[in-house]
């Protein structure tokens, strides 16, 4: 028996079942034996799976020109770029290199910081980005006052990732419940748990028609961790955008029929795991971002929402822009087209995955918010 089998197993047996978004929580992120902590190498080739960024340097390069037109446009004298869910940091060493090879004469005026509360992922990132000095720092938290630079927080498949919670419908007793953990070391298993709050608290659904009809065990996911870091977010952004690159939808009604099960996998190698509580530590988890409350959160927060689009939509303009920039971006070159057809193609990153960007009113390009997209695959690309 490992660490956190013991460590889940702890806690499940003190309290008859943990929550499912402890599990996750544990799963991914215990120090020294989450997922995301025992190893750098969990993106690309040989890792569990691809992200944009490891198609190569384009999306960093497309994001860097991009940023660098909304700051010319705020006429700010200084931009921070604030990136959370970093990793390993090659999101950022991409856009600072596109900046030095451009545009060198703005690096003085250009700071790129990591908000990351993990040392052990710090460690990995500091090792890629230590030649920049003091044009890259770090941040354990959110500072209590926001910064006076034009800012651009982004963040590219954190929030997929963030422990979600998950609520069943018990059509004998005709209540929702919350989805548990137990058992273990060796297998855990799910396991029905009384409901704290109420579900109107919760968003759930109640019409009355709809509940008759629902069948038992169905399932409605609720990633209040990705909507408290996207309200924080939001409310600390001052001068600038937020903006987010995930996997998941804009969802037209807050129930799904299609998605009985929810939209939580797992994934190992490249490969979608049959049993997302086995190993823990061991596979990524991940579900659906919901956007349409995403983007509600931030409104909420005093943001309006400039543009929400597919990725490959979202790219492929910036990347007609690139091409006729001439020198304020780089030659187009093969590789980056490339690089860009991957990025942009349904099949691979294109439509499963969603760009949402907010800002303060009055900071707003013409707004390009796009109808919501099909809903995507479940079967994240590779």
């Known amino acids: 028996m490992n660490e956190l089998r013991r460590i889940i197993h702890a806690e499940a047996a003190a309290s008859g079942g943990i929550r499912f978004d402890r599990f996750m929580a544990l799963a991914l992120y215990c120090p020294e034996c989450g997922f995301y902590e025992r190893d750098e190498d969990r993106v ?8 944009s960024v490891s198609v190569g340097p384009l999306l960093g390069e497309l994001l860097a020109f991009q940023t660098r037109r909304w700051w010319q446009s705020s006429g700010a004298a200084r931009l921070r770029f604030l990136e959370a869910g970093a990793h390993g940091g090659q999101l950022a060493g991409d856009i600072l290199h596109w900046w030095k ?3 060198p004469n703005e690096a003085g005026d250009v700071c790129y910081t990591l908000l990351e509360p993990s040392p052990r992922r710090e ?3 500091r ?7 003091r044009q890259v720092e770090w941040w354990r938290d959110w500072p209590a006052t926001p910064t006076d630079e034009f800012t651009v927080i982004l963040s590219n498949e954190l929030l997929d990732a ?4 998950r609520f069943g419908w018990d059509a004998g007793t005709r209540c929702w419940f919350e989805w548990g953990v137990t058992g273990g070391p060796e297998r855990f298993a799910w396991t029905r748990l009384a409901l704290t709050g109420s579900p109107a608290d919760l968003d759930l659904p109640a019409a009355p028609e709809l509940l008759a009809v629902l069948p038992d065990g169905f399932t409605v996911e609720r990633n209040l961790a990705a909507e408290t870091w996207w309200t924080r977010a939001a409310g600390w952004l001052r001068h600038g955008r937020l903006l987010t690159l995930d996997y998941g939808d804009w969802p037209a009604t807050a129930l799904q029929p299609e998605r009985p099960n929810g939209t939580l996998r797992a994934y190992r190698r ?4 049959a049993d997302v509580l086995a190993d823990p530590g061991e596979q990524d988890l991940t579900a659906h971002v919901d956007f349409r409350r995403l983007a509600a959160a931030g409104e909420r927060a005093g943001l309006m929402t400039e543009e929400f689009a597919p990725q490959g939509r979202w790219l492929a303009r910036r990347g007609a822009a690139a091409m006729q920039a001439g020198g304020e971006f780089g030659e187009w070159t093969p590789t980056r087209r490339r ?3 991957t990025l942009a193609h349904p099949d691979h990153f294109g439509r499963r995955f969603q760009v949402l960007v907010q800002t303060r009113h009055g900071e707003q390009e013409p707004s390009k918010q796009e109808p919501p997209p099909p809903t995507p695959n479940l079967d994240r690309p590779d």
């Open 44 to 51: 690309g080739r040989r890792g569990d799976f691809h992200t």
């Open 101 to 103: 090879q451009q545009h």
């Open 123 to 125: 460690a990995w990132q």
């Open 127 to 133: 090792s890629r980005l230590g030649d920049w000095g």
């Open 162 to 165: 963030l422990p979600l919670r």
């Open 270 to 273: 490249h490969q979608a795991a």
């Open 339 to 341: 690089q860009l057809q």
